[in-house]
């Protein structure tokens, strides 16, 4: 069994068994809260949500921050908010949505595609079909071609090195994103990464988000997966063992864009995040391996940034790293999906929780800070969840690292 991927440093004993590589750095990480388990008399959300009340002292905080947030137009803080979906203990406590949006409306997922790509890897490393996250991800760079070499791990925690520009770009014309999905590379993506995106830094050290990153990552998926239909592919090994009714897409060479473009409703997406809440267990089957969520919402350490760990980003509890991508309030233990314009899979396990929103903003100014900060207000108006079912363990391999 090959080596897999970074675990934290509070972590299930079972990794310790398999054997994995772990990072470096790791021995100073915060611990990790624990995820919390399924209750056994709930049923699993796969045909449809159960549904429940939020306790009555986190309704009368909870109730006038979303009735501030759904009354908000493009030009306000956070723009329009088109759906709100929020899971306590695993119903749904609470639903909202816009004129014109409803609990079937399937609405674009813009970056969260890439946790959702994030995880299809992670469902590959449980089928046996990716073994070594270490070694190189099949892309369409040439043997030789320094990029060959970069890795599984490297693409997913955005450390590949290339000269690409998206974040902190001024202008539509450095912006690489828009350069291909909208102007030259908007036939065939991985042409314009061959073309456009020479290494700059060694792979591993910088941290650079990056959109044409999850789309190699999509492309090596469909390679690794032997699948004459990738949406077959997808639908048979995530979306439908969770009861998510997702539509993804491709540009006209036919490469999944992992990056950028699944399509769901604010439910489904709800049980996209559950997945994760629950420690990539479902109805008592492991779709994700063991240990891959904690790899999932932790900071690698290798660099300076300690904001995003492997298609998640995280809430550091000081000097977040890009500061702006980032919450700065408790609870500490969030991690999240987020993409263009207001979408964003909130997942707290120290509230047992998950708040989906859905809208359209502008992604400038002080619009991200207004919606990291409305998901952190929601997240402390619920009560956390019992101490002992919370706390971290520590392992024999989280021991090894000190």
């Known amino acids: 069994m090959g080596k897999f991927f970074v675990c934290s440093r509070y972590v299930k004993s079972g990794l310790a068994a398999l054997g994995l590589m772990l990072a470096p750095g790791?021995?100073?990480?915060?611990?990790?809260?624990?995820?919390?388990?399924?209750?056994?008399?709930?049923?699993?959300?796969t045909s449809g949500w159960e549904t429940g009340e939020m306790p009555a002292e986190t309704a009368i905080l909870v109730q006038p921050v979303i009735d501030h947030a759904m009354a908000g137009e493009l030009a306000d803080p956070m723009g329009e908010t088109r759906a709100v979906v929020i899971i306590h203990h695993g119903k749904l406590v609470f639903e909202?949505?816009?004129?014109?949006?409803?609990?079937?409306?399937?609405?674009?997922?813009?970056?969260?595609a890439k946790s959702i790509t994030s995880s299809l890897v992670g469902r590959a490393v449980k089928l046996g079909l990716i073994d070594d996250l270490d070694a190189p991800m099949p892309t369409p760079f040439?043997?030789?071609?320094?990029?060959?070499?970069?890795?599984?791990?490297?693409?997913?925690?955005?450390?590949?090195?290339?000269?690409?520009?998206?974040?902190?770009?001024?202008?539509?014309?450095?912006?690489?994103?828009?350069?291909?999905?909208?102007?030259?590379?908007?036939?065939?993506?991985?042409?314009?990464?061959?073309?456009?995106?020479?290494?700059?830094?060694t792979p591993g050290a910088m941290w650079n988000y990056s959109t044409a990153g999850f789309h190699l990552i999509g492309h090596a998926l469909q390679q690794v997966s032997g699948a004459a239909s990738f949406t077959d592919w997808f639908d048979r090994n995530l979306?439908?063992?969770?009861?998510?009714?997702?539509?993804?897409?491709?540009?006209?060479?036919?490469?999944?864009?992992?990056?950028?473009?699944?399509?769901?409703?604010?439910r489904d997406f709800a049980k996209f995040g559950y997945l994760y809440l629950r420690d990539g267990m479902w109805d008592g089957r492991r779709l994700l391996p063991d240990g891959w969520v904690d790899f999932s919402r932790t900071d690698p350490e290798d660099t300076d940034a300690n904001t995003y760990g492997a298609g998640f980003w995280l809430t550091p509890s000081a000097n977040?790293?890009?500061?702006?991508?980032?919450?700065?309030?408790?609870?500490?233990d969030a991690f999240s999906a987020q993409g263009?314009?207001?979408?964003?899979?909130?997942?707290?396990?120290?509230?047992?929780?998950?708040?989906?929103?859905?809208?359209?903003?502008?992604?400038?100014?002080?619009?991200?800070?207004?919606?990291?900060?409305?998901?952190?207000?929601?997240?402390?108006?619920?009560?956390?969840?019992?101490?002992?079912?919370?706390?971290?363990?520590?392992?024999?391999?989280?021991?090894?690292?000190?």
């Open 26 to 45: 790791l021995a100073s990480a915060e611990p990790l809260v624990r995820l919390p388990p399924q209750p056994d008399e709930l049923a699993w959300p």
């Open 96 to 112: 909202t949505y816009r004129e014109g949006f409803g609990p079937d409306t399937k609405q674009v997922s813009w970056s969260m």
């Open 142 to 201: 040439a043997a030789g071609d320094p990029r060959a070499e970069i890795t599984w791990r490297q693409w997913l925690t955005m450390t590949d090195g290339l000269d690409y520009l998206e974040i902190g770009a001024t202008d539509l014309r450095t912006n690489d994103v828009v350069q291909m999905m909208y102007g030259p590379g908007r036939f065939d993506v991985l042409q314009y990464a061959q073309d456009n995106l020479p290494p700059v830094h």
């Open 239 to 266: 979306a439908d063992p969770i009861g998510m009714d997702a539509v993804i897409e491709y540009d006209t060479a036919g490469t999944y864009l992992g990056g950028s473009l699944v399509w769901a409703s604010a």
């Open 320 to 332: 977040p790293v890009p500061a702006s991508q980032a919450a700065h309030s408790p609870p500490y």
């Open 340 to 402: 263009h314009e207001g979408q964003t899979i909130w997942i707290v396990p120290s509230r047992d929780l998950v708040i989906v929103h859905l809208g359209l903003m502008d992604n400038a100014g002080e619009n991200w800070p207004h919606l990291y900060e409305w998901n952190q207000e929601i997240a402390r108006a619920f009560p956390p969840i019992a101490a002992d079912a919370n706390a971290p363990e520590e392992t024999e391999a989280a021991e090894q690292l000190q």
